[in-house]
């Protein structure tokens, strides 16, 4: 007789939230899934047909029959790859994602999902995980993947020696001395301080599962439990995979997955992919700018999904600089910012607008306020009583860097023209993307772009906090430290529950809107752009591929 | 009999006397009246565009990406700009002013374009003329020293100077200049090289003149139908610098425009608005034309002049 599995004392408490209509849907079963809660129980909690759930984020119901066979061909730059801890590009991920995999699946719809893990389970205090990992799934080499593979790849990702982001993600473990084997195929996770991001926080592009052998050179040893090989891998050239027989996920025809025979990425610019699809030689690119977007949406071939995101660029201000240590310019500039106008110009109107603060509504905790109106009378005012207080003329002169990369320039120069009113005379300073990067912590006002994280507090912590000593965090580019702040954010992470995490979350908000550092205009869209014969694709907002399940009608 | 009337000058001064010459050899050319008025055409919408355009250059004030009309005749660009404006406002840079400083705002008239290939000129032509007419180590020296700078590729020269210099309209000035010197400089070693043999440089010689004076009174001059027509090449070359410039960070910084950024930019957006792209690139290519018909002109009408 199985046993019924438990159901954690927080998704109870959650069931109970929905009912009472304080938390929504999207929330509920994502933070219930999180709590290892699985995804038809949850949408059975929810009161919606489990029938209708997804049980994997890349394989939805395809529509009219199967069929195998074919290359699907995408522009992407083939970067350099050593070691899958240490990968800072989505490019690479998406390489190696093909034969590596993840022990979960966060997807586009924010819920994750067990992958190489059968289950997890969280305690009630939510500081111990532990992690049932599937039985019976081979790595390309014939090797049976258990949990000595998995221990293996925590100790690479919180190795310092290996250079890992991870490192910094999983922080609440203490090194290995967190990490349990329990048996073959279940390790447990003793956090030092309770967690409920940890299942997200396992899909993190750089924790593909290594193979307990793993040297530290990927390419030269490209062992996984993933659904293509690799065949070739040319840095700045090609890379190309085909298709595992023995892959253990299972088809919807009842045979092994992958549908597709071989996928191909060819190391083009983005110019030169939209030409390439255009042209009929490649079946879809990477990461569309707007541009991309704007030339191809009315091509016949092509699908288009979008996605929103919790990407952005910000409008970020140094306050320990002149003029912006004063909350009246910084203000006064938000206030400068023609969100609509920035937005439509700059990203073709495909996103959603945004407070100035580092909170998206794509992330579960979010709180909803009103979006501040374009106000250069506003503002002008504000800078008036500045500049009269230190004896200036208006308009005030301030320079803005950032780089000439996806829309930078373009919010760049409409800021300028919106700010103009409020008494801001903008010097733009553009230059090509490595030159920004190399100063972009540096610049006193910047543009930066920031990427999707799924998590609400994710970004905060490596941009708008201080380090144990008190100095701001490495990539803390404003310099902000904000006490009340700092101490709201500790809060945010550890409460569990939804309702009082989303005030936390709303009160963080209107911290940054008041007197934080960043102006933000809009959260963007992101676009998977393919040819039509291919089903099943996802559209990921962080570019993540799902290819596993994709296939090519014939 | 009017023997007082004062019969008036049949010659004019010497400046007039000489400009009614060289316009007399202009119109005789028919390829260097068309090239003059295709310049002219730009530097009337120069002078026009300093005082006058039909909207505001920088103003997002239409939609983004608009097809001709009316109200613009040209478009818009990817920011709600009229483009005509910006096509108009952009000649200034290449013909009409350089700007020494933004703060305090020192204008010095003579395009970004135009001073680049004038420096270019000056330091190619000194350098070449020293090695061809000196020669032994004085030309290996040189010709190694330029050759070496010729397989930097331009892009990697850009930033060197960028990194060194940072951005602005003198620093284009500056990168136009040691880009294009060495070729300015290999042409003019080859002209010398020629010129050198000549009898009149050995009666020059003869009569004990400078190095210094030879080079500049004899050889320079007697080079100076291919120099104008390489130089005339180069204003083409250093537009698409500036835009070049432009897409590195070193060039001129946004939203005043260039020819050369225009095309850039449009560049990002051909597909949704191919057209936009067509009146930076029309402007570049009628001006490089325009310049290079009245170089070829004026080089041929010299050529009979002196024979």
């Known amino acids: ?554 | 009999m009017n023997s007082t009337t004062l019969s008036p000058p049949t010659q004019p001064p010497g400046l007039l006397r000489k400009l009614a010459n060289i316009l007399s050899i202009l119109l005789g050319s028919r390829t260097a009246v068309t090239g003059l008025a295709v310049v002219l055409f730009w530097l009337g919408i120069g002078l026009l565009s300093l005082v006058w355009t039909p909207h505001p250059p920088n103003a997002q004030a239409f939609d983004a990406n608009l097809p001709p009309t009316s109200t613009n005749w040209m478009g818009t660009d990817h920011l709600g700009r009229d483009i005509w404006s910006r096509v108009m406002a952009g000649t200034q840079v290449v013909l009409l002013k350089t700007r020494l400083s933004t703060d305090p705002q020192v204008v010095v008239p003579g395009g970004v374009a135009l001073w680049g290939v004038i420096g270019a000129v000056v330091v190619g032509g000194l350098l070449g003329v020293n090695a061809g007419y000196r020669g032994g180590r004085v030309d290996q020296a040189i010709m190694q020293l330029l050759d070496a700078l010729i397989a930097f590729p331009v892009i990697v020269l850009y930033l060197v100077i960028v990194t060194a210099l940072g951005s602005g309209d003198v620093v284009v000035v500056l990168a136009i200049t040691i880009t294009g010197a060495p070729g300015v400089a290999r042409l003019v070693r080859g002209l010398t090289l020629d010129i050198k043999t000549r009898e009149y440089i050995r009666a020059a010689e003869t009569r004990g003149e400078s190095a210094n004076y030879i080079m500049l009174r004899e050889i320079l001059p007697n080079a100076r139908g291919p120099i104008l027509v390489d130089a005339m090449l180069r204003v083409g070359y250093a537009i698409f610098a500036i835009g070049t410039l432009g897409f590195l960070g070193l060039g001129l910084p946004p939203p005043d425009p260039d020819w050369g950024s225009m095309v850039n930019d449009a560049r990002k957006y051909i597909y949704a608005n191919p057209i936009a792209i067509l009146w930076p690139a029309l402007a570049i290519a009628t001006l490089v034309i325009g310049v290079n018909l009245f170089a070829d002109g004026l080089r041929e009408e010299l050529t009979r002049y002196q024979q």
């Open chain 1, 1 to 554: 007789m199985m046993s019924e599995p438990r159901i954690h004392p927080l998704a109870l408490t959650a069931v109970d939230k929905l009912q009472r209509g304080r938390i929504n849907r999207r929330e509920f079963l994502r933070y219930t899934t999180l709590l290892g809660v699985s995804v038809g129980t949850a949408y059975a909690l929810a009161g919606c047909a489990p029938a209708a759930a997804p049980a994997s984020v890349g394989a939805p119901a395809a529509a009219g029959g199967i069929t195998r066979g074919g290359t699907l061909r995408k522009g992407m730059l083939i970067q350099q790859i050593d070691h899958p801890a240490r990968l800072s590009w989505v490019e690479g991920s998406n390489a190696i994602r093909l034969v590596n995999e993840y022990l979960t699946e966060t997807g586009p719809d924010n819920i994750t999902r067990p992958s190489l893990l059968e289950s997890w389970e969280a305690s009630d205090d939510v500081k111990t995980w532990t992690l049932k990992l599937r039985q019976g799934i081979k790595f390309n080499n014939g090797d049976d993947l258990t949990a000595d593979d998995v221990l293996y790849s925590f100790s690479q990702w919180l190795d310092p020696e290996v250079g890992s982001s991870m490192l910094g993600l999983l922080s609440y473990l203490d090194g290995m001395n967190s990490v349990e084997k329990v048996d073959d195929y279940t390790i447990r996770l003793n956090l030092a301080s309770a967690n409920i991001g940890v299942p997200e926080h396992l899909f993190h592009y750089p924790a593909a599962i290594l193979h307990r052998d793993f040297q530290g050179d990927w390419v030269k040893q490209p062992i996984g439990t993933g659904a293509f090989t690799l065949v070739e891998y040319l840095e700045g050239e090609r890379a190309s995979f085909k298709a595992r027989t023995d892959y253990w996920q299972m088809g919807e025809d009842g045979s092994p997955l992958p549908y597709l025979d071989e996928i191909v990425f060819v190391s083009v610019d983005k110019d030169a992919s939209v030409a390439a699809i255009q042209g009929g030689q490649l079946d879809t690119l990477f990461k569309p700018r707007p541009s991309d977007f704007l030339a191809l949406k009315d091509n016949p071939d092509l699908q288009i999904q979008g996605v929103a995101t919790a990407n952005c660029f910000v409008v970020r201000m140094r306050v320990d600089q002149e003029p912006w240590n004063d909350n009246r310019v910084r203000t006064a500039l938000k206030m400068c910012q023609d969100r609509q106008k920035i937005l439509d110009l700059s990203y073709n109107g495909e996103g959603v607008l945004s407070l100035d603060a580092h909170f998206s509504p794509v992330h579960p905790a979010y709180a909803e306020r009103p979006i501040p109106a374009y106000d250069p009378e506003g503002a002008l005012a504000l800078l008036e009583e500045y500049a009269a207080e230190k004896g200036i003329q208006l308009p005030l002169q301030v320079t803005l860097s950032t780089k000439n990369d996806l829309s930078e320039p373009e919010i760049a120069q409409t800021l300028r023209e919106s700010a103009a009113a409020g008494g801001f005379d903008i010097t733009l300073d553009i230059t090509e993307p490595n030159g920004y990067w190399d100063r972009w912590t540096e610049v006193p006002l910047g543009i930066t772009i920031w990427a999707h994280r799924s998590l609400d507090t994710m970004v905060p912590p490596l941009a708008y906090i201080a380090d144990a000593d008190g100095n701001p965090v490495p990539w803390n580019e404003t310099r902000w430290v904000d006490a009340e702040f700092s101490e709201k954010l500790r809060q945010a992470e550890l409460t569990l529950d939804i309702e009082a995490r989303r005030e936390i979350i709303g009160e963080l908000e209107d911290i940054m809107q008041e007197r934080g550092p960043i102006g933000n205009s809009y959260w963007t869209n992101e676009w998977e752009i393919i040819r039509k014969e291919f089903q099943n694709v996802i559209a990921h907002p962080a570019n993540f591929d799902f290819y596993y399940s994709v296939w090519k009608q014939q």
